[in-house]
T-cell receptor, first 109, second 116 residues
Framework: RKEVEQDPGPFNVPEGATVAFNCTYSNSASQSFFWYRQDCRKEPKLLMSVYSSGNEDGRFTAQLNRASQYISLLIRDSKLSDSATYLCVVNGDFNKFYFGSGTKLNVKP | NAGVTQTPKFQVLKTGQSMTLQCAQDMNHNSMYWYRQDPGMGLRLIYYSASEGTTDKGEVPNGYNVSRLNKREFSLRLESAAPSQTSVYFC???????????????FGPGTRLLVL
């Protein structure tokens, strides 16, 4: 079983739409959770960390559900520039990060 | 600050050839990582180094060796390249590792490797 699983998409949405991605993780001992963004043929970059109480950064909201072992990312008022692949990342043993395979988002005009 | 740099950007090898991928960071980070990214597979950890002088295996270490030359540099060596090692290789660094939600990994631009 993979450490981190994501729906690969693609999610095709119009500008202005709200879109949500989920991610499940297998290690109940994981403590740190992140969403990274990766543009085509580029390196991943941190979008936001995910805190137990949930957190928001502008149009982006991240939630953590420890009981069900899943993380979500909500994007409101989608922009063309949000088109990218979104990677869910969870820590495993000390110093190891586990990446999901990514969810591709296409925002259309 | 350059952040994380990797060389080369592209490489074509024949089966059985060897090569070393270089990575350097100028952020004074303790932890460094090598990943490979294949279509539909996400990033998989090859090796990591929690601090200068230490290295440990990740998920997919077979066929690779690493050297943490100093705090700045972490190299990945393919001793005898195989077509299955065709991939995009990313180096990353972080201050101390994923112990808190504050920890950020910074990635290099990647090396695209084709093994024929």
């Amino acid at each position: 079983r993979k450490e981190v699983e994501q729906d690969p998409g693609p999610f095709n949405v119009p500008e202005g739409a709200t879109v949500a991605f989920n991610c499940t993780y297998s290690n109940s001992a994981s403590q740190s959770f992140f969403w990274y963004r990766q543009d085509c043929r580029k390196e991943p970059k941190l979008l936001m960390s995910v805190y137990s109480s949930g957190n928001e950064d502008g149009r982006f909201t991240a939630q953590l559900n420890r009981a069900s072992q899943y993380i979500s990312l909500l994007i409101r008022d989608s922009k063309l520039s949000d088109s990218a692949t979104y990677l869910c990342v969870v820590n495993g043993d000390f110093n190891k990060f586990y990446f999901g395979s990514g969810t591709k988002l296409n925002v259309k005009p | 600050n350059a952040g994380v740099t990797q060389t080369p950007k592209f490489q074509v090898l024949k089966t059985g050839q060897s090569m070393t991928l270089q990575c350097a960071q100028d952020m004074n980070h303790n932890s460094m990582y090598w990943y490979r990214q294949d279509p539909g597979m996400g990033l998989r950890l090859i090796y990591y180094s929690a601090s200068e002088g230490t290295t440990d295996k990740g998920e997919v270490p077979n066929g690779y060796n690493v050297s943490r030359l100093n705090k700045r540099e972490f190299s990945l060596r393919l001793e005898s390249a195989a077509p299955s090692q065709t991939s995009v290789y990313f180096c990353a660094s972080s201050e101390v590792g994923p112990r808190t939600a504050e920890e950020t990994q910074y990635f290099g631009p990647g090396t695209r490797l084709l093994v024929l």
